[in-house]
């Protein structure tokens, strides 16, 4: 499967941005899709992940009640709908898939990745 993230971009403390992460080559609902952050310097984030069905998610606690996750298998696509961005949100995003039976926040597991898209929050 490939990935495609998108969405990204530059917004004030407060504003919103809602990440996509489109596959092609194999049906989404064959996986478990993550979201990922990195920040140069440090190592890479769980942020939120989505089980195959929709029905089971898991955030990092410092984006528990402002990102959601959420996924549209007939369009092959996942969102990451970010409210409330707080500058200690920049970071690039990526987007990846784990053929696991159940959620997981372990980027080990995540075997196929997509290109990072860039999310720029100023103060």
């Known amino acids: 499967v490939q990935l495609q993230a998108s969405g990204g971009g530059a917004v004030q403390a407060g504003g919103t941005l809602r990440l996509s992460c489109e596959a092609s080559?194999?049906?989404?609902?064959?996986?478990?899709i993550g979201w990922f952050r990195r920040v140069p310097g440090k190592e890479r984030e769980f942020v939120a992940v989505?089980?195959?069905?929709?029905?089971?998610?898991s955030y990092v606690d410092s984006v528990k009640g402002r990102f959601t996750i959420s996924r549209d298998n007939a369009a092959n696509t996942v969102y990451l709908q970010m409210n409330s961005l707080k500058p200690e949100d920049t970071a690039a995003y990526y987007c990846?898939?784990?053929?696991?039976?159940?959620?997981?926040?372990?980027?080990?597991?995540?075997?196929?990745w997509g290109q990072g898209t860039l999310v720029t929050v100023s103060s």
């Open positions: 989505i089980n195959r069905s929709g029905y089971s998610t």
């Open positions: 990846a898939a784990s053929t696991s039976l159940y959620i997981d926040s372990d980027p080990n597991r995540f075997y196929y």
């Open positions: 080559g194999r049906a989404l609902s064959s996986y478990v």
